[in-house]
């Protein structure tokens, strides 16, 4: 069960709710992990720190439009921090996340980050970087 400051559980009689601040925080919470370019995102961000754009173009093979509008989703919805240097755009997880957000991470790096595409992932990563030109820091 979450907690914490994204929901508060209320014991009334013989039920027990979940007293929801925000639902449509929630529900975007869970829709913003819910696509598999995303998700593949956060795990690459969680096993790895901070990515520069150029490094998860080359390992989701998908133009920088398409990486940088899923990067900005995750935003929006407070998983990931941004930061520039130079041209360039870094991400990683976000520190600020609500206690939902953090739980939610916690789950997926123990039931997903051992499935195949996100092993593959690491691997593709890991040989890019090996290849990685100057012109991508």
């Known amino acids: 069960m979450f907690t914490g400051s994204c929901a508060e559980v209320i014991l009334t009689g013989q039920y027990l709710l979940l007293y929801n601040h925000n639902m449509k925080h929630h529900a ?3 829709k913003a ?3 598999p370019i995303r998700l593949r995102i956060v795990l690459l961000l ?6 520069c754009v150029c490094d998860l173009m080359a390992v989701l093979k998908l133009p920088q439009s ?9 935003k929006r ?4 921090d941004a930061r520039r240097q130079g041209v360039w755009m870094y991400y990683q997880l976000s520190r600020e996340s609500c206690q ?16 195949p595409e996100a ?3 690491r691997k593709a990563l890991a040989e890019f970087a090996k290849s990685k030109s100057a012109s991508c820091p």
């Not at 969680?46 to 990515?51: D, K, Y």
């Not at 398409?66 to 995750?74: E, F, I, N, Q």
């Not at 939902?100 to 499935?115: A, C, F, P, Q, Y």
């Open 77 to 80: 919805n407070c998983f990931v």
């Open 46 to 51: 969680q096993s790895e720190g901070e990515l």
């Open 100 to 115: 939902m957000s953090r739980e939610l991470l916690d789950i997926l790096k123990k039931n997903v980050s051992t499935l």
């Open 28 to 30: 975007q919470l869970l």
């Open 119 to 121: 092993l593959s992932d």
């Open 33 to 35: 992990l819910s696509d």
């Open 66 to 74: 398409t990486v940088s509008r899923h990067l900005a989703y995750l």
